[in-house]
């Protein structure tokens, strides 16, 4: 049984104690949802169970793994809030590259993944071109071609209209099912049944 573990995690930003002594297990199969009031560190939980941030104190594993060893990383995968894409390339030409970040194994193609969120006639269309959800949804489109075991999702839902939604908690519910890991945060409601983490 795979497992990520949060141990004594405690992060602060310049004199704001964001939070403090965190423990918590996620196991197989859990979809976690990290709630909280802005500006109370979720995002900078992600970052770090990304592996993109360090913590003033405590660690993360994976499978007894550190977050900062490869083992770690090759089964994490992390979509910030924010659409972390280039304007001045196509929609297939940035999704390429966020394959290329990602140390991990893909079963799909791109075009295929494009299709599936409705952007298959867009491959070819400069981002700069392209409406906000738009956007959102060539991010989205890693969660068809990864093959990490942790997803790590900052405000999915952002830019979706309740059909995005839906695709995105079907596919959430699909990695659960096939004994992944999901956290993610979130400020629309879910349908899906998630555990709590409370910063």
Not at 72 to 99: C, F, M, W
Not at 115 to 124: A, E, I, M, T, V
Request: glycine letters at 6%; charged letters at 25%; proline letters at 2%.
């Amino acid at each position: 049984m795979c497992f990520l573990k949060i141990k004594n995690l405690s992060c602060q930003k310049g004199f704001n104690l964001l939070f403090k002594n965190i423990e918590f297990i996620a196991r197989e199969a859990d979809i976690v949802q990290v709630k909280g009031l802005n500006g109370k560190g979720k995002t900078s939980l992600l970052r770090i169970l990304s592996g993109l941030s360090e913590p003033d104190s405590g660690h993360v594993s994976f499978n007894n793994s550190l977050s900062d060893s490869d083992e770690y990383q090759k089964d994490i995968l992390y979509l910030g809030h924010a659409p972390s894409i280039s304007p001045d390339l196509t929609v297939i030409e940035n999704l390429e590259y966020l394959r290329s970040l990602n140390k991990t194994d893909f079963n799909l193609q791109s075009l295929d993944a494009l299709k599936k969120l409705g952007l298959g006639n867009f491959q070819n269309e400069i981002c700069l071109n392209l409406s906000a959800g738009q956007k959102r949804r060539v991010i989205l489109s890693m969660l068809f071609l990864s093959d990490s075991k942790v997803w790590l999702l900052d405000e999915p839902y952002t830019a979706l209209d309740s059909k995005g939604i839906k695709l995105i908690e079907s596919l959430i519910k699909k990695h659960s099912d096939n004994g992944g890991i999901c956290f993610f945060t979130s400020h629309q409601a879910s349908s899906l049944n998630a555990k709590e983490l409370v910063l």
